[in-house]
T-cell receptor
Framework: AQSVAQPEDQVNVAEGNPLTVKCTYS??????LFWYVQYPNRGLQFLLK??????LVKGSYGFEAEFNKSQTSFHLKKPSALVSDSALYFC???????????FGQGTTLQVKP | DGGITQSPKYLFRKEGQNVTLSCEQN?????MYWYRQDPGQGLRLIYY???????QKGDIAEGYSVSREKKESFPLTVTSAQKNPTAFYLC??????????FGPGTRLTVL
C-alpha cells in the first residue's frame, strides 16, 4: 500500500533562516514524489517533483528537495525562508505502476519576521 | 490558456439532495483525480481515473460517484448517502507519472 507521512503538523522558522519540511513515503515500485503548496481557500500549486536522476531536485520559488532512497525520504528545503513562504505544504507520492497519487497530512510552515 | 477548472466555487446542499461538482481540463491529461480536504486531515482520495470510461475508488469513495465519458471531464456526484459532505473538494489532472495540476476547488456546505 502507498502512504506518505509528514511528521510535523507545523514548522516555525525565522525569516532568513534555512527551512526543512519533512516527508517520508512507502510504495512498492519506483516512487514519483512531489511537493505542493496551498494558500488559504485555494487549490494546490506544484513546487517540484522527483521522477529519476539527480537526488537533489530544484523547484519553484527557491525550494529544493532531496530524494533519499535508503531512508525513503523526500524532505523539502530552502536556504533562506521568506515570510511569504508561510503556507500549507503537502508531500505526495505515486508509484510508477499505479498512477494513484496519495498525499501526506500537510505541514503548516510559519515564517516569522 | 491550458488549465483545469472547477465549478461552482461554492455550493450549498440540503440534506437528502444529490449534487454534482464539475471538473474540466484542457491539458490533454489522461489521469484525473478527486480529493476531499477537511481541516487538519490533509487530502483524501475519493476517486481517480487513468483513462476514459475507467475509474477506481480511492480511500473514501462511499457516498460518492463519478463518470469519465470524456477525457476532458470528470464530474463528481455527492449523493445523499454521504453523511458528512461538508468539505473543500479538489480536482486534479496529470500525465502518467507527472504531478497533478489542481483546480481552484469547490467548497460544499450542507444546510
Amino acid at each position: 500500500a502507498q502512504s506518505v507521512a509528514q511528521p510535523e503538523d507545523q514548522v516555525n522558522v525565522a525569516e532568513g533562516n534555512p527551512l526543512t519540511v519533512k516527508c517520508t513515503y512507502s510504495v512498492s515500485g519506483n516512487p514519483y514524489l512531489f511537493w505542493y503548496v496551498q494558500y488559504p481557500n485555494r487549490g494546490l500549486q506544484f513546487l517540484l517533483k522527483y521522477i529519476t536522476g539527480d537526488n537533489l531536485v530544484k523547484g519553484s520559488y527557491g525550494f529544493e528537495a532531496e530524494f533519499n532512497k535508503s531512508q525513503t525520504s523526500f524532505h523539502l528545503k530552502k536556504p533562506s525562508a521568506l515570510v511569504s513562504d508561510s503556507a500549507l505544504y503537502f508531500c505526495a507520492v505515486t508509484a510508477s505502476n499505479t498512477g494513484k497519487l496519495i498525499f501526506g497530512q500537510g505541514t503548516t510552515l510559519q515564517v516569522k519576521p | 490558456d491550458g488549465g483545469i477548472t472547477q465549478s461552482p466555487k461554492y455550493l450549498f446542499r440540503k440534506e437528502g439532495q444529490n449534487v454534482t461538482l464539475s471538473c474540466e481540463q484542457n491539458l490533454n491529461h489522461d489521469a484525473m483525480y478527486w480529493y476531499r480536504q477537511d481541516p487538519g486531515q490533509g487530502l483524501r482520495l475519493i476517486y481517480y481515473s487513468q483513462i476514459v470510461n475507467d475509474f477506481q475508488k480511492g480511500d473514501i469513495a462511499e457516498g460518492y460517484s463519478v463518470s469519465r465519458e470524456k477525457k476532458e471531464s470528470f464530474p463528481l456526484t455527492v449523493t445523499s448517502a454521504q453523511k458528512n459532505p461538508t468539505a473543500f473538494y479538489l480536482c486534479a489532472s496529470s500525465t502518467r507519472g507527472g504531478g497533478g495540476f489542481f483546480g481552484p476547488g469547490t467548497r460544499l456546505t450542507v444546510l
